[in-house]
């Protein structure tokens, strides 16, 4: 039931980009995306709920393929700020988060 | 300013002691969930609670349990039965819709002495 996340890790240097992937083996309404500092409470980035519009703020942004039951983070031209540990969650009283992607932006 | 507090930050359990981690919310939410992280891990649900006075297990519920007496307290019981407890337990709540951004605490971290 635990949504499966790529890659583990990625390494960029500042102005760079990366996209996190989401995937699920279940059917989803809504996906949840949420960033986590060492040692921190993750925070809410997102969600994305299903037949919505693709989500973005700032240079952060996502999408939902309701039909693949897959979800994709985009971050453009990365800031240091944004190193740190990327978890999706899937939908439901009892959300299950992926395993988590571990971004570290170098400068 | 309305929130999540979890306390202690740091809890130390002792061989065969039982520990109980506190999660206070003034949120007004209905849902609340106690989540296991283990280092380089992910979230694991273990607990949750859609209303007042009822609750369900979730993945790792073995070794645990909780309370919810009230609609801002969450308490979650580390029993003796829990052979590896040392972790980051995080509590989080809701307003309980099906569809809806969980607001996370500070966390505990838990360790075995």
């Known amino acids: 039931q635990q949504p499966v996340q790529s890659p583990q890790a990625v390494i960029l240097r500042e102005g760079e980009d990366a996209v996190i992937n989401c995937s699920s083996s279940k059917a989803l309404y809504s996906v949840h995306w949420y960033r986590q500092k060492h040692g921190e409470a993750p925070v809410f980035l997102m969600i994305?709920?299903?037949?919505?519009e693709q989500k973005g703020h700032d240079k952060i942004s996502a999408s939902f393929n309701e039909k693949k039951q897959q979800s994709s983070l985009y971050l453009t031209a990365s800031q240091l700020s944004y190193s740190g540990t990327y978890f999706c969650?899937?939908?439901?009283?009892?959300?299950?988060f992926g395993a988590g992607t571990r971004l570290t932006v170098k400068p | 300013d309305g929130g999540i507090t979890q306390s202690p930050k740091y809890l130390f359990r002792k061989e065969g002691q039982n520990v109980t981690l506190s999660c206070e919310q003034n949120?007004?939410?209905?849902?609340m969930y106690w989540y296991r992280q283990d280092p380089g891990q992910g979230l694991r649900l273990i607990y949750y609670s859609q209303i007042v006075n009822d609750f369900q297990k979730g993945d790792i519920a073995e070794g645990y349990s909780v309370s919810r007496e009230k609609k801002e307290s969450f308490p979650l019981t580390v029993t003796s039965a829990q052979k590896n407890p040392t972790a980051f337990y995080l509590c989080?709540?809701?307003?309980?819709?099906?569809?809806?951004?969980?607001?996370f605490g500070p966390g505990t971290r838990l360790l075995v002495l």
């Open positions: 994305l709920l299903k037949g919505g």
């Open positions: 949120l007004n939410h209905d849902a």
């Open positions: 989080a709540s809701s307003m309980g819709l099906e569809v809806q951004t969980q607001y």
């Open positions: 969650g899937t939908d439901g009283y009892d959300m299950r």
